[in-house]
T-cell receptor, first 116, second 113 residues
């Protein structure tokens, strides 16, 4: 079975600063995707970034980037120039490619608060 | 285009009643997923549809839970004889094909009194 662990229940950061959210996962599979989703108080889950396990290059999306360490099974999210609108719960998620029908396995989430 | 929509946004019901939760996926998305988000259990997978078929029902917690999808589009999650432990946010997601990125709806918050 696959597991995803987010060891930081809560994090806080000052506006304009950088913050890193941690995620580790456990799997015996070799082909998979990793995701970070953001869930603001509105409850809508929003895709932040996706990483394909077969790609060595770390994914980036504007102010969001990941540090993907496949051997260590680590997938952290770095948010640069934090903005008040980044305040949300962040979920790390894992999907096996080809089997398990593409269902996502989620971590427990990290509540991020950006302070002015 | 329009995203995934879910209705109702909130539902309060009495223990023992049946409830139906609706999901409208993004047009053209063939894969549809239901998840449940609760304080104690976090985010859990419930069921997956490919077209109108549900090849993976492994996450349904009991036989009180059922789901269907019609016309390869709208899906309904039905909970019979609701219990207090069914209180949660029920999230629906769709993707263009199985294994692609999933896009989520705003969820239905179910409260069982």
């Amino acid at each position: 079975a696959q597991t995803v662990t987010q060891s930081q229940p809560e994090m806080s950061v000052q506006e304009a600063e950088t913050v890193t959210l941690s995620c580790t996962y456990d799997t015996s599979e070799n082909n998979y995707y990793l995701f970070w989703y953001k869930q603001p108080p509105s409850r809508q889950m929003i895709l932040v970034i996706r990483q394909e396990a077969y790609k060595q290059q770390n994914a980036t999306e504007n102010r969001f980037s990941v540090n993907f360490q496949k051997a260590a099974k680590s997938f952290s999210l770095k948010i640069s120039d934090s903005q008040l609108g980044d305040t949300a719960m962040y979920f790390c998620a894992f999907m096996i490619i080809g089997t398990s029908y593409g269902k996502l396995t989620f971590g427990q989430g990290t509540i991020l608060t950006v302070h002015p | 285009g329009a995203g995934v929509s879910q209705s109702p946004s909130n539902k309060v019901t009495e223990k023992g009643k049946d409830v139906e939760l609706r999901c409208d996926p993004i047009s053209g998305h063939t894969a549809l997923y239901w998840y449940r988000q609760s304080l104690g259990q976090g985010l859990e997978f419930l069921i997956y549809f490919q077209g109108n078929s549900a090849p993976d029902k492994s996450g349904l917690p009991s036989d009180r839970f059922s789901a269907e999808r019609t016309g390869g589009s709208v899906s309904t999650l039905t909970i019979q004889r609701t219990q207090q432990e069914d209180s949660a946010v029920y999230l629906c997601a769709s993707s263009l094909v199985q294994g692609d990125t999933q896009y989520f709806g705003p969820g239905t918050r179910l409260t069982v009194l």
